[in-house]
């Protein structure tokens, strides 16, 4: 079983930014694609961004442009650089490994326990 560590999360200016890390403690991220969801209060959990054992990436259209997902196989991570921030990006930002290519939150495998990301304004 994979199990996952978010960290990198904080409080922020609005137009700041902050980068996340979700690193393996057990598992190989490599062997995966691994997605970035975020949850807001009273509300389901929603994709942000994925990428694949091969390398190709996908984002949200909320985040196009200001965010962007990669790769460290050597470190075993993965990471969310978050450029010019909104106070409406507010929420607890989650690491998973996908089922096959799902973007689907009921179909990941196993989740981190999420990291806060504040943001003001």
């Known amino acids: 079983q994979v199990r996952l560590v978010e960290s990198g999360g904080g409080l922020v200016q609005a137009g700041g930014s902050l980068r996340l890390s979700c690193a393996a403690s057990s598992g190989t991220l490599s062997s995966y694609d691994v997605d970035w969801f975020r949850q807001f209060p009273g509300k389901e959990r929603e994709f942000v961004a994925g990428?694949?054992?091969?390398?190709?990436?996908y984002h949200a259209d909320s985040v196009k442009g200001r965010f962007a997902i990669s790769r460290d196989n050597a470190k075993n991570t993965v990471s969310l650089q978050m450029n010019s921030l909104k106070p409406e990006d507010t929420a607890v930002y989650y690491c998973?490994?996908?089922?096959?290519?799902?973007?689907?939150?009921?179909?990941?495998?196993?989740w981190g326990k999420g990291t806060l990301v504040t943001v003001s304004s």
């Open positions: 998973a490994v996908a089922r096959y290519n799902s973007v689907q939150a009921r179909d990941m495998l196993s």
């Open positions: 990428i694949s054992v091969g390398g190709p990436t």
